[in-house]
């Protein structure tokens, strides 16, 4: 993904993720991810007592019939859950359950990297807000601000122009006139 950045949205990231996961990954690569994965564990250090031998029983017969960690995205603290799903997909074959656990890891990819796409957004943003110092309104326009307006500023000068901003593209890819 770093060969393939810059990408222009959140969206596109995502998208071509999920090609590159599900179209251009090889299983192997799939398996070091959910054998790196210990979703289990914490659901058992978090289980009331009562269920910590069957999530361990069932979690240990998961791990020998497929070959790596069992994968959900059932919150930890739900372990009562975690519990029916691991018993009910213990009876998948492995080509069901490497789709499961490959859709699976793939929501905690995209959780990630909408993470680290909203963490570089807040940080461009802090430095175009310091980039930009004080704000000085120009002594030569009025600038009026409609009521009902949302992605647009209206400035009125002798000519009377309306100028739109759009809020999707940096400044420079903006035509300001």
């Known amino acids: ?62 791990r020998k019939k497929f070959g790596f960690e069992f994968l959900t995205t059932i919150d930890a603290r739900h372990s009562h859950k975690i519990l029916e799903e691991i018993k009910a997909r213990c009876e998948n074959t492995l080509l069901v359950e490497l789709d499961i656990a490959a859709r699976e890891k793939f929501y905690f990819i995209e959780k990630g990297l909408t993470k680290i796409w909203e963490r570089i957004f807040q940080e461009e943003l802090q430095e175009k807000s310091e980039d930009l110092g004080e704000i000085v309104p120009d002594s030569l326009e009025e600038e009026l601000v409609p009521s009902n307006s949302s992605d647009e500023e209206v400035w009125i000068d002798d000519k009377a122009t309306m100028k739109n901003y759009d809020l999707n593209k940096t400044p420079d890819k903006n035509q300001i006139e």
Request: with cysteine; proline share 3%; glycine share 4%.
């Open 1 to 62: 993904m770093q060969e393939a950045s810059l990408f222009s949205s959140l969206e596109h990231t995502i998208s071509f993720a999920r090609d590159l996961w599900f179209n251009k990954s090889p299983i192997r690569a799939w398996l070091d991810a959910f054998s790196a994965h210990r979703h289990i564990g914490t659901v058992i250090s978090r289980a009331p007592t009562e269920l910590i031998s069957d999530l361990c029983q069932f979690g240990a017969k998961y």
